[in-house]
């Protein structure tokens, strides 16, 4: 196969995908206006369903719009030999590697957060503005973004570095030794994640003695299911949506609840909240994952393995000197459509999962609260509570609100 072939496969890869996921939105948009089925009529009244359509209305303009200029300055980037230029100037600071793979991505990675911005910013300070999410103020924003660089160049920026020394040392079977350290990485962050990455972006307390704390301690004991680590997230201080989440294992696992959440469901849906997601550790299903997801990494990087010495993969995008870094870029979108296939699986097998959780909850604790929280947080986010097949199919990790309530309903 020639460079020249494979850019343009490249190329096609890019718009192939792009098409087939705005197919998939307009397919979605379509059914906007549906009726709302009379198992979710008690979700929105008249206008708040008004509010909600309005809603995914403008997020949809919003995306058509993002998304065309993105792919065309993507499409640019490739046919005006972009990464040849970035890479150039990598070259222009340093002669090492490492350094050159680094400055190489943190030029791509930077460019493409400037360009992006400004997209970022209407999203959050007119459309979420308007329709009365956003609590974030301009200053926080920006103070988010420099950290969320900082903290980038220092982890991504340090695992890259560590990759690409595994590849100096070991050349082909750099991808054994990087799939270990993508394991214990992993495993690290799902452990720590809260304690370590959350405090600088977001406050966190310990949720203060009461009936909430006690119900949350009486559920964890009566299904065997030790918790000692309760905390509040100021989750209100970007946005009025509501969240919960586990993290970690063992002794590190813990609970964070938006502050937001506690305001707006009542004590038994919390817990019922909970009960799920407690359900997710009972079912093992975020052991599963982790190992499908580590199955899914040993697998790309045995492939890129395969590819990383073809200078062909260089010369595709005009880049003299085979590298690292622009193999990586090219296997990327090779790679894409079978990522898109193993993301479809993953979502599969998600929903499924989350079936199970909403089953444990109903069993151990009640169904009925557990609906009624479901459909205050679809409320109070304005969620799309008719979207199309298709779009569930590709896209959703969860099931519809529709699916589950008639799941949770059934006997």
Known sequence: MTPQILFFIIIGIIIIDFIIDKYINYLNAKHFNDKIPIELKDVYNEEEYYKSQSYKKENYQFSLITSGFSIIVTLAFFIFKGF???????????????????????????????????????????????????????????????????????????????????????????????????????????????????????????????????????????????????????????????????????????????????????KDEIVAVLAHEIGHYKKKHVFTNMLISLAL??????????????????????????????????????????????????????RKFEYQADDYAKTNFDGNALVSSLKKLSKNSLSNLTPHKANVFVHYSHPTLLQRVLNLNSQ
């Open 297 to 350: 990494t040993g697998f790309t990087l045995y492939l890129f393995s395969l590819f990383i010495n073809n200078a062909i993969l260089s010369e595709a995008l005009s880049v003299k000197i085979p590298s690292f870094h622009i193999g990586l870029i090219t296997f990327g979108i090779l790679y894409s459509p079978i990522s898109e296939i193993t993301g479809i699986l993953m979502n599969f097998i998600s």
């Open 84 to 266: 040849a230029w970035v890479d150039e100037l990598a070259r222009s600071y340093s002669s090492n590697e490492i350094s050159i793979t680094l400055i190489f991505f943190g030029i791509i990675m930077i460019g493409s957060d400037i360009v992006n911005t400004p997209f970022a910013y209407y999203k959050t300070f007119v459309i979420e503005e308007k329709y009365g999410f956003n609590k974030s103020s301009k200053r926080l924003f920006i103070i988010d973004k420099l950290k969320g660089w900082l903290l980038s160049a220092i982890i991504g920026g340090g695992v890259l570095a560590i990759i690409l020394w595994f590849y100096q040392k070991t050349g082909d079977l750099f991808w054994v030794y990087t799939w270990a350290f993508i394991g214990v990485f992993t495993i690290f962050i799902t452990m720590f994640y809260s304690s370590l990455i959350v405090p600088i972006f977001n406050k966190q307390k310990p949720l203060e003695e009461g009936e909430l704390k006690d119900a949350i301690q009486a559920f964890s004991k009566n299904v065997g299911f030790k918790l000692d680590n309760i905390f509040v997230i100021d989750g209100s201080k970007r946005s009025t949506k509501a969240n919960a989440y586990f993290s970690g294992f063992g002794a590190k696992k813990r609970i964070v609840l938006y502050d937001t959440l506690i305001d707006d469901l009542s």
